[in-house]
Nanobody, 134 residues
Framework: QVQLVESGGGSVQAGGSLRLSCAVSGDTYLRNYTGWFRQAPGKEREGVASLHTGGGATYYADSVKGRFTISQDNVKNTVYLQMNSLKPEDTAMYYC???????????????????????????WGQGTRVTVSS
């Protein structure tokens, strides 16, 4: 099993910054990707950023590119989402999730076919709320 606990949410004004943290524990062989998703009221949950925890590759939704950064601290087993230049449309519940990517890639490695798609992820945290006011 894999457990994920998010923290760091809060309320900020537009243009401000927040850093979300996701503490990951459990069986490491069950996961090689950690992703951040968000769900605004009345909307579908969408992928924001993802990190291949082994190779370090990162993936971002177009809506957050250049503003959000996903990173990891392997010593603390924590994945971060640094969010800068926040906009009111970033307001949502943010979730951390973990997945094991086993799709074969042309270079012989394995990973997720669609790292920002929620169906790829098996393990989820409870979420942390982010509110951005204008």
């Amino acid at each position: 099993q894999v457990q994920l606990v998010e923290s760091g949410g809060g309320s900020v004004q537009a243009g401000g910054s927040l850093r979300l943290s996701c503490a990951v524990s459990g069986d490491t062989y069950l996961r090689n990707y950690t992703g951040w998703f968000r769900q605004a009221p009345g909307k579908e949950r969408e992928g924001v950023a993802s990190l291949h925890t082994g190779g370090g590759a990162t993936y971002y939704a177009d809506s957050v590119k250049g503003r959000f950064t996903i990173s990891q601290d392997n010593v603390k087993n924590t994945v971060y989402l640094q969010m800068n230049s926040l906009k009111p449309e970033d307001t949502a519940m943010y979730y951390c999730a973990a997945a094991l990517g086993i799709a074969p890639f042309p270079d012989g490695t394995f990973g997720l076919s669609t790292p920002l798609e929620r169906h790829e992820y098996r393990y989820w945290g409870q979420g942390t709320r982010v509110t951005v006011s204008s």
